[in-house]
Each structure stands twice: as structure tokens, then as C-alpha cells.
């Protein structure tokens, strides 16, 4: 099992930054993937950005050239750095590991308002 804890949600202007970090403990050495999705109210849940063991990358058209996804050496922190936020980057945002299964955390809430 893997737990994933995300922290680091906030009310921000538009323009600003945030950086969401996601801590990974229980049995991360089978992960190969690590990603964030994020859902607003009344939509369906979608991917933001993924990052492989190899440092591949994978980002949803709506946020590249924005939002950076990164880990640290040992693997156990995905963190998402988030430029220029936008209204509509408003969500809940959630972090997922994946080695035959999916875990998710608890979402951290991201509110891109004036």
C-alpha cells in the first residue's frame, strides 16, 4: 500500500504562483509513476501532469509553459509548481502514484481569485 499526503493548496491572485507537494510513504520502491490530476465542481477529474522514474513528462495542453512536475531524488515527494495561475486552474487537486494500481490523497484546494 502508498499513502500520499498533498499539501501546499491556497487562495491565489491571478498571475501568482503556488507550489503543491505531494509526500509518498508505505511501499514506493514498485511506483513507476507519479502525477496530479485535479477536479472542479461539476467537472470530471482530469490530468494535470505526470512524471516516470525515466523523467518523462506529460502535461494536459492547458497548463504547459505554466505548471512544471519534479520529484526529488528519493522519490517520495512529487512536487507541482504552478506559474501564472489562471481562474480556471481552480480545483481540487489530487496526487496519484501508480505501479499496478492507482493511489490517490485527499486533494488539496487551489482557488485562483481577485
Known amino acids: 500500500q502508498v499513502q500520499l499526503v498533498e499539501s501546499g493548496g491556497d487562495l491565489v491572485q491571478p498571475g501568482g504562483s503556488l507550489r503543491l507537494s505531494c509526500a509518498a510513504s508505505?511501499?514506493?520502491?514498485?511506483?513507476?509513476?507519479m502525477g496530479w490530476y485535479r477536479q472542479a465542481p461539476g467537472n470530471e477529474r482530469e490530468l494535470v501532469a505526470t512524471?516516470?522514474?525515466?523523467?518523462?513528462?506529460n502535461y494536459a495542453d492547458s497548463v504547459k509553459g505554466r505548471f512544471t512536475i519534479s520529484t526529488d531524488n528519493r522519490w517520495n515527494t512529487v512536487y507541482l509548481q504552478m506559474n501564472t495561475l489562471e481562474p480556471e486552474d481552480t480545483a481540487v487537486y489530487y496526487c496519484?502514484?501508480?505501479?499496478?494500481?492507482?493511489?490517490w490523497g485527499q486533494g488539496t484546494q487551489v482557488t485562483v481569485s481577485s
Open positions: 508505505g511501499r514506493i520502491f514498485p511506483i513507476w509513476l
Open positions: 512524471i516516470t522514474r525515466s523523467d518523462t513528462t
Open positions: 496519484t502514484a501508480y505501479d499496478t494500481q492507482y493511489y
